[in-house]
């Protein structure tokens, strides 16, 4: 998805002139935040369009995402939180030492760096468990036609950020992919599927 480029360009943009106008009121920030929002679902929206999803399909995907997301947070929450929390004290005091030159100890970096490794492998393993459960849930919602179709936008989006060189992967690993990539890691999916809903919605009525 081409737009994609776009995005971070314009982010760079307006989030560089914002840091150049400290004075700038909170409200031009948000401002500039819900801009960049729209574009964001706009980039999204190129994918989950076509698959022309029910009301009550999207009621469905939402309820599995929220339900997913929750039990993600609370895992990565307790991961991130505790580990830190253990070496608090002798992180202070390492500070402390380096602020009058000391070096810092080797060991110390160390157990820094395999702190960092157990917390990536534990939120990779919280990603792989989130997306089992909301693919499943998926599957349960969609017809065979919507997932195809998902996996088809998921490998030809692939394939264009891969520069156009052709990608192999089975229909589930594509759908998968489409999974991760639309309904997981984009933070704002819940509030856009239910503007899609509402935008069914007023159609219908307008008909």
Do not use: H
């Not at 997913?68 to 608090?88: C, D, L």
């Not at 939120?123 to 065979?144: F, G, H, M, Q």
């Not at 891969?162 to 089975?170: H, I, Q, V």
């Not at 309904?183 to 819940?190: A, F, M, T, V």
């Amino acid at each position: 998805m081409k737009v994609r480029w776009s995005v971070t360009v314009l982010a760079v943009v307006l989030l560089g002139c914002l840091g150049c106008r400290g004075a700038w009121a909170q409200d031009a920030q948000r401002e500039t935040g819900a801009i960049l929002d729209a574009v964001n679902d706009i980039d999204k929206l190129r994918v989950i369009m076509p698959l022309k999803l029910s009301g009550s399909q999207i009621d469905k995907i939402v309820e599995a995402i929220v339900k997913g997301r929750a039990a993600f947070n609370k895992e990565i929450e307790q991961a991130a939180t505790q580990p830190p929390a253990r070496m608090a004290d002798e992180i202070r005091r390492v500070k402390a030492s380096a602020l009058t030159g000391a070096p810092i100890p080797k060991d110390f970096d160390d157990r820094i760096k395999k702190m960092q490794d157990a917390f990536l492998e534990k939120r990779k393993s919280a990603e792989n468990t989130a997306l089992k459960s909301l693919s499943d849930a998926a599957r349960a919602v969609l017809t065979p036609a919507q997932i195809k179709s998902a996996a088809d936008s998921a490998k030809s989006a692939a394939e264009e950020l891969a520069g156009g060189s052709p990608l192999k992967g089975t229909e589930a690993q594509w759908f998968n992919y489409y999974v991760l990539n639309v309904l997981i890691r984009y933070d704002r999916i819940d509030v856009l599927l239910a503007e899609v809903k509402a935008a069914g919605a007023k159609e219908t009525v307008s008909k």
